[in-house]
């Protein structure tokens, strides 16, 4: 059983492909580029070449097969135009949660982002609202799936920096910033679960060890 990772060039996916390829985990990463291969077979993962701005739920699915969980970390960014969203920041999205469904993988994290909303309203940036609505409309479709077990994952800003292994995980925390090898601890040890709650998780730099954070988002039953 593998972990697939849709976005799987992007900086913490590759972190994340390191961290589940040294505890045994078979990963593979889907990019866009052939010439992005190489540097997902550095980081221990199999490199499945889909366009996700296109490719169909059917098209995915043949990629996923019978992986055990999913990680969606793929992002476009800001777009060319307010109100016209990328693809890859919510139809992509969509479309992979479809694929997940029609392999029978019920696990499935998000790496959204912090102020991810469909009504949000930031006149200071018209793209930076486009594309916060955008991820916002795309976790309430995953969220909506009884058919999933989906974990929001909505990180403060990126800093690169060494992590420090002790993060603020939560279903509310206050704006921060965080690095990004500590943002690809979290999700590595959320997609060792089969799911967590509050299953919408702001994350930021914080106190607590990355493997006790994780295990107080857990159900109740999954603790006891």
């Known amino acids: ?5 849709a976005g799987g ?10 961290i589940l390829a040294d505890r045994g985990e078979e990963v593979s990463g889907v990019i866009r580029r052939p010439r992005q291969a190489d540097a997902v077979r550095s ?4 490199p499945l070449v889909a366009d996700l701005a296109t490719a169909t739920a059917d098209d995915l699915a043949q990629h996923i097969g019978s992986a055990r969980a999913v990680l969606f970390a793929a992002g476009a960014g800001l777009g060319d135009a307010p ?30 982002a912090m102020g991810a909303d469909p009504t949000i309203h930031y ?7 486009t594309f916060l609505r955008a991820r916002g409309r795309a976790d309430e479709n995953l969220l909506a799936r009884a058919a999933l077990n989906t974990t929001v994952v909505r990180p403060a800003w990126f800093r690169d920096r060494p992590g420090t292994g002790r993060v603020h995980l939560a279903g509310s925390t206050e704006v921060g910033d965080i690095a990004r090898a500590d943002v690809a601890a979290v999700l590595a040890a959320l997609l060792a679960t089969d799911s967590t709650t509050p299953r919408v998780l702001q994350l930021t730099t914080g106190h607590t060890p990355v493997a006790e954070a994780v295990a107080q988002c857990l159900p109740a039953v999954s603790r006891a």
Do not use: K
Request: aromatic letters at 4%; hydrophobic letters at 50%.
């Open 1 to 5: 059983m593998s972990v697939v990772i």
């Open 9 to 18: 060039h992007g900086r913490v996916a590759l972190l994340v492909s390191r």
């Open 43 to 46: 980081a221990g993962a199999r």
């Open 83 to 112: 109100g016209q969203a990328n693809p890859v920041d919510h139809d992509a999205i969509v479309t992979f949660a479809d694929a997940a469904q029609r392999a029978g993988v019920r696990r499935f994290v998000m790496l959204s």
């Open 123 to 129: 006149p200071d940036d018209p793209l930076v609202e």
